[in-house]
């Protein structure tokens, strides 16, 4: 053996009670597991943790994260790692860095610098999906990457390899070029695909294309995670759609950051879940993730209408500084509701600046747009047109648009993971970053009771390893890896706020990797034990 966690609550991801034991690790797996009611002779190790007052449960999996570039600049890691992620889901939202070709990758790169920053400090020595796991298998000089990551084909980049920025639908060559990308990216370990469909071009694909998309997903069993067409107006039909064309392919669907947001959505989520809850009583194989927080966060140019995105970053720029095409993008989306930003007509109070690219802007950070333009004594429109060319299309918004009632609804279901959707670039990004698992364990569980602890614990573990075919992970079990994260279930909470959003929880003294200490009585080491998790072979 060389750890043992003594006399420790082990809540062991199930959702059952949970129960005292010693927890005795070895060769990072979970070697033995002796309950206090078991006879014989408890384990020993070189190394004991004492357990008392602790809670020990399987590592915490995020799956909707963007540390896509975050992995590989950063070896500590610690907005996921404090928290007890283990395991992070990346290639979110239909954009990002594989696979691609050189012309692809620098669209790329421009298009999510607000999500990524430019990436001008990465070595873009890849292209393929393989290529990039091995990338973050080697991570820091050969040791490996703070915490582990899967890994999603983007579909906006593969459309945009396939056919560039064309609003438009794919002929039959694009579309088996796709086909095939998808499959190679599945081949070398991807775990599925995911989509943003408010963003471009991904936006641009019909149910048709995206269908033929996940047949391929569904051959090699993997899942579809789309960002879909809207969170707003026709939320509703927008996540029917979704289920509707991958009952259609055959494939898993799992549903990115589910809520229901603007004014048209109050106290709706029951709809939502009496939509899943059809589909699953049929058959369907559904889960879908949340972030315990109102706001959302994304970029300030995705709330464009989706013609004025047409051709990529240069030709939106373009757009913005002729004035005729500005004064018809202002108009869909003060007036009309651009699809950008999910039908609804844009409300500049409820849109924060959380982050610039150039250094010369931060005054415009930790404020709304309308309270801005109130400050130069102009209207939201002109503050946000002059930002969004002066960044060069970079900058982050906070979006103050959730419903607290619907966000505590969907946690209860019973088909919910976990997902921070955290944005780690910015002035001020969203406290969900630093923040999600441990909110989950101190405000829902302990502070309100939405959750039992052990409920709560296994949307968090299981039930995500269960979406991603992991055999030995999700659990405590004799034989499963030693993912592991030490909490006091008394003291645990997010310590991020909005006002301080880059301040790590409490109560999360030690957090393991393959049996390695990456945090450590409270302070992350220098171990690096995160590599690519590649998907389960069928």
Known sequence: MDTVVRGVRVID?????????????????????RRETDSGPRPGAPRVVDGAGLALSPGFIDMHAHSDLALLRDPSHEAKAAQGVTLEVIGQDG??????????????????????????????????????????????????IAVNAAYLIPQGTVRMLALGWDDRA???????????????????GAVGLSSGLTYTPGMYADDAELTELCRVVARYGGYYCPHHRSYGAGALEAYEEMIGLTRQAGCALHLAHATMNFGVNKGRAPELLALLDRALETGADITLDTYPYTPGC?????????????????????????????????????????????????????????????????????RTVAASARERGEEPWTTARRLLVEDRLGSTILQHVGHEDNVRAIMRHRVH????????????????AYGTFPKYLGT????????????????????????????D????????????????????GAGSTFEAPRTLPTGIPHVLIDGRFVIEDGRRTDVLAGRAVRRTRC
């Open 13 to 33: 991801g199930t959702g059952t009670p949970s129960y005292r034991a010693d927890v005795a690790l070895a060769g990072g797996r979970i070697a033995e597991i």
């Open 95 to 144: 954009l990002s860095y594989a696979p691609v070709d050189d012309r692809t990758l620098a669209e790329v790169r421009a298009q999510i610098t607000g999500w990524n920053g430019d990436g001008s400090d990465i070595d873009f020595s890849w292209r393929t999906v393989g290529e990039y796991l091995d990338r973050l298998d080697h991570g820091f000089d050969g040791q490996g």
């Open 170 to 188: 794919a002929t039959p060559d694009e579309t088996a070029r796709m086909r095939q990308l998808v499959a190679e990216g599945l081949e070398q």
């Open 298 to 366: 994304t970029t300030l140019v995705a709330m464009l209408p989706s013609w004025a995105s047409e051709g990529g970053p240069d030709p939106i720029l373009d757009r913005l500084r002729d004035d005729a095409a500005a004064a018809r993008i202002r108009h869909v989306m003060e007036v009309e509701g651009a699809d950008g930003c999910h039908g609804v007509p844009i409300e500049w109070d409820t849109i924060e600046i959380s982050g610039v690219s150039d250094p010369a802007l931060e005054a415009y950070v930790g």
């Open 417 to 432: 993971t976990g997902g921070s959707d955290g944005i780690l670039q910015g002035h001020k990004p969203h406290p969900r």
């Open 444 to 471: 829902y569980v302990r502070e309100l009771g939405v959750l039992p602890l052990e409920e709560c614990v296994a949307h968090l573990t299981s039930r995500a390893a269960a979406r991603l075919r992991l055999p």
């Open 473 to 492: 992970r999700g659990l405590v079990r004799e034989g499963y890896r030693a993912d592991l994260v030490l909490f006091d279930p008394d003291t645990v």
